[in-house]
């Protein structure tokens, strides 16, 4: 027997459009490979919904692949132990598979597997992951090759593969013997290459049509955008199977009339599958960014100082804020899993100004309520809604008139803070100004059924504004925010270093949304 070519799959869980595996499938032998790996599991930033929708995920992959002739191996424990024991038994020459763009802990794990592969002669081919560059240290030319990744044709789907033979145990009773508990763990979505197409096809049919409109409020969000990010996160689609897919679209639906509407949506829905690997780019350019502030100036910003930031937290963190809209979209968030951009980043932006949370804290909790974990996006958009990036504008979020906006009827709210559903619509986005014989009319007390406000949002920002303005008067920002701009920079747009010599606090741009 000739020793087999493992493909190790990661966050690819598919056959479709997969390098590693359509090159490996003509050398020979393969031993598909998912490494369940519990240190992992054990991160603060993992949770019992993420494993659970992998869990699909998986499931779904060992069916493609037996329905190929090879079951996946699915293999619980540390990586390079892992190996070894495989190693031991197959003598295996050649490990293939993407490259990854995760947290410091998975950074630190392909370093171990690429040092064990050195020391026992096995060569590891890692291939490019959609439109993330390694060792790019900048951004010039980024966005052209990304389009052109795009319009290249996929990679072939094996026909049939000639495999090892069965696992020791076959998946769903490796799976069953392993689980992540914690409070974090039903989810709305179901992970599974099945599910990840159902999604995709009802949102380039129907749902896209109101994707524009729909996609600010997290109500009309659920429906419209198109949640396939979860599937994105652990790869069940590939990002350039969906942005053909889409274009395919557009191209049909320019045949028709009166779509302008639907195109344009696709069109927005497009770009933000650029800014997905943008945004990972950052990370796999400059991995500290999950620890550090990118721009170094900002370091020590919101550390220290003796404001009851713990207290602050947990009431952010149990959806009791006393701000009805932002506790809904707490508390959906915490039920669901999911939540739309625009109130994932006016969350940051009220637990980073208002609150004066650290990113690192905040961003720890919610990766955690995310079923769509991303590394990448996820620590990069932290830090831009957190104003450490340093070329971004740095953008307060109005908690009532967020809710004014996305929620004027105030149904949002009443679905996801049962205490408020009888509070009339003219009080519903400050139900503190309800005059005491009302409070008692409806049986609605404040302070006592749902809690005080825990500030005025109007002072807690100007405290905000001006601790930022006092720090920035002290340091001397430009020469970073170049150096970030350089690097990480989207040349799409002209974006330009904040805190020129002119005028330092209106650069920074405080939009009060
Ligand atoms: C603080 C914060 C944290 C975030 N953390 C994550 C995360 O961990 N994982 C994650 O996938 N997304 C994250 N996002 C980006 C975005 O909110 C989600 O991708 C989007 O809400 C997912 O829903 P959807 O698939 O319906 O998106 P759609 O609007 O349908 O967009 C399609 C796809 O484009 C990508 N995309 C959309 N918006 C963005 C964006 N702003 N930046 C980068 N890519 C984008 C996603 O892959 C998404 O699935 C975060 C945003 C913020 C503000």
């Given at each position: 027997?000739?020793p087999?070519?493992?493909v190790?799959?990661?966050?690819?869980?598919?056959?479709?459009?997969?390098?590693?595996?359509?090159?490996?499938?003509g050398?020979g032998?393969?031993?598909?490979?998912y490494?369940?790996?519990?240190?992992?599991?054990?991160?603060?930033?993992?949770?019992?919904r993420?494993?659970?929708?992998?869990?699909?995920s998986?499931?779904?992959?060992?069916r493609?692949l037996?329905?190929?002739?090879q079951?996946?191996?699915?293999?619980?424990?540390?990586?390079?132990?892992?190996?070894?024991?495989?190693?031991?038994k197959?003598?295996f020459c050649?490990?293939?598979?993407?490259?990854?763009?995760?947290p410091?802990?998975?950074?630190?794990?392909?370093?171990n597997?690429?040092?064990?592969?050195?020391?026992h002669?096995?060569?590891?081919?890692?291939?490019?992951?959609?439109?993330?560059?390694?060792?790019?240290?900048?951004?010039?030319d980024?966005?052209?090759?990304?389009?052109?990744?795009?319009?290249?044709p996929?990679?072939?789907?094996?026909?049939?593969?000639?495999?090892?033979?069965?696992?020791p145990?076959?998946a769903?009773?490796?799976?069953?013997?392993?689980?992540v508990?914690?409070e974090i763990?039903l989810?709305s979505?179901?992970?599974?290459?099945g599910?990840?197409?159902?999604?995709?096809?009802?949102f380039?049919?129907?749902?896209?049509?109101?994707y524009?409109?729909g996609?600010?409020?997290?109500?009309?969000?659920?429906?419209?955008?198109?949640?396939?990010?979860?599937?994105?996160?652990?790869g069940s689609?590939s990002v350039?199977?969906?942005?053909?897919?889409?274009?395919?679209?557009?191209?049909?639906l320019?045949?028709?009339?009166?779509?302008?509407?639907?195109l344009?949506?696709?069109?927005?829905?497009?770009?933000?599958?650029?800014?997905?690997?943008?945004?990972?780019?950052?990370?796999e350019?400059?991995?500290r960014?999950e620890?550090?502030?990118?721009?170094?100036?900002?370091?020590?910003?919101?550390?220290?100082?003796?404001?009851?930031?713990?207290?602050?937290?947990?009431?952010?963190?149990?959806g009791?804020?006393?701000?009805?809209?932002?506790?809904?979209?707490?508390?959906?968030?915490?039920?669901?899993?999911?939540?739309?951009?625009?109130?994932?980043?006016?969350?940051v932006?009220?637990?980073?100004?208002?609150?004066?949370?650290?990113?690192?804290?905040?961003?720890?909790?919610m990766?955690r309520?995310?079923?769509?974990?991303?590394?990448g996006i996820?620590?990069?958009?932290?830090?831009?809604?957190?104003?450490?990036?340093?070329?971004?504008?740095?953008?307060?979020?109005?908690?009532?008139?967020?809710?004014?906006?996305?929620?004027?009827?105030?149904i949002?709210?009443?679905?996801?803070?049962?205490?408020?559903?009888?509070?009339?619509?003219?009080?519903?986005?400050?139900?503190?100004?309800?005059?005491?014989?009302?409070?008692?009319?409806?049986?609605?007390?404040?302070g006592?059924?749902?809690?005080e406000?825990?500030g005025?949002?109007v002072?807690?920002?100007?405290?905000a504004?001006?601790?930022?303005?006092?720090w920035?008067?002290?340091?001397?920002?430009?020469?970073e925010?170049?150096?970030v701009?350089?690097?990480?920079?989207?040349?799409?747009?002209?974006?330009?270093?904040?805190y020129?010599r002119?005028a330092?606090?209106?650069?920074?741009?405080?939009?009060?949304?």
């Amino acid at each position: 027997m000739t020793p087999p070519i493992v493909v190790w799959f990661k966050r690819d869980l598919r056959i479709v459009d997969h390098e590693p595996l359509s090159r490996a499938v003509g050398e020979g032998q393969l031993l598909p490979l998912y490494i369940v790996e519990p240190d992992y599991w054990a991160r603060d930033y993992t949770s019992g919904r993420q494993w659970s929708f992998l869990k699909d995920s998986l499931i779904s992959l060992d069916r493609e692949l037996t329905a190929l002739g090879q079951p996946l191996w699915i293999l619980i424990g540390n990586a390079e132990e892992v190996f070894d024991h495989l190693h031991q038994k197959f003598q295996f020459c050649k490990i293939v598979s993407h490259q990854e763009t995760g947290p410091g802990w998975t950074y630190e794990r392909d370093l171990n597997v690429e040092r064990w592969s050195r020391d026992h002669g096995v060569v590891w081919d890692e291939y490019r992951q959609h439109g993330v560059v390694r060792g790019l240290r900048e951004r010039k030319d980024w966005s052209l090759q990304w389009d052109q990744l795009m319009c290249l044709p996929q990679f072939a789907t094996p026909k049939k593969i000639l495999g090892i033979g069965s696992p020791p145990k076959p998946a769903s009773d490796v799976l069953q013997s392993f689980s992540v508990t914690d409070e974090i763990s039903l989810s709305s979505q179901e992970g599974g290459r099945g599910n990840a197409l159902l999604l995709l096809d009802s949102f380039l049919d129907d749902r896209c049509e109101a994707y524009r409109s729909g996609m600010s409020s997290p109500s009309t969000g659920e429906v419209v955008c198109s949640r396939i990010s979860t599937h994105l996160s652990v790869g069940s689609l590939s990002v350039r199977e969906v942005w053909q897919r889409t274009l395919d679209h557009r191209r049909n639906l320019k045949e028709e009339t009166g779509r302008g509407i639907a195109l344009r949506s696709l069109k927005s829905f497009q770009s933000r599958l650029h800014w997905h690997c943008h945004f990972i780019q950052k990370l796999e350019s400059e991995p500290r960014l999950e620890f550090e502030e990118l721009h170094r100036g900002f370091i020590g910003l919101r550390q220290g100082g003796s404001d009851p930031v713990e207290e602050r937290f947990e009431r952010f963190r149990s959806g009791t804020l006393g701000w009805p809209f932002v506790d809904a979209c707490l508390r959906y968030l915490a039920a669901t899993g999911w939540l739309n951009f625009r109130m994932r980043a006016m969350l940051v932006s009220i637990a980073s100004y208002h609150l004066w949370v650290d990113w690192r804290k905040t961003g720890i909790q919610m990766a955690r309520w995310f079923t769509d974990f991303e590394a990448g996006i996820h620590w990069s958009q932290i830090q831009m809604q957190s104003g450490t990036t340093g070329i971004n504008a740095n953008r307060m979020y109005s908690p009532i008139k967020q809710s004014e906006d996305q929620d004027p009827y105030g149904i949002f709210v009443k679905r996801w803070i049962p205490e408020l559903k009888t509070v009339p619509l003219e009080w519903i986005h400050q139900p503190w100004r309800m005059p005491l014989s009302v409070q008692k009319k409806i049986g609605c007390r404040i302070g006592l059924d749902y809690p005080e406000p825990i500030g005025d949002p109007v002072q807690l920002a100007r405290e905000a504004r001006s601790r930022l303005k006092s720090w920035i008067d002290l340091h001397d920002m430009k020469p970073e925010a170049q150096r970030v701009l350089r690097a990480h920079g989207s040349r799409l747009r002209q974006a330009r270093p904040r805190y020129g010599r002119k005028a330092p606090l209106s650069q920074m741009a405080l939009d009060l949304e």
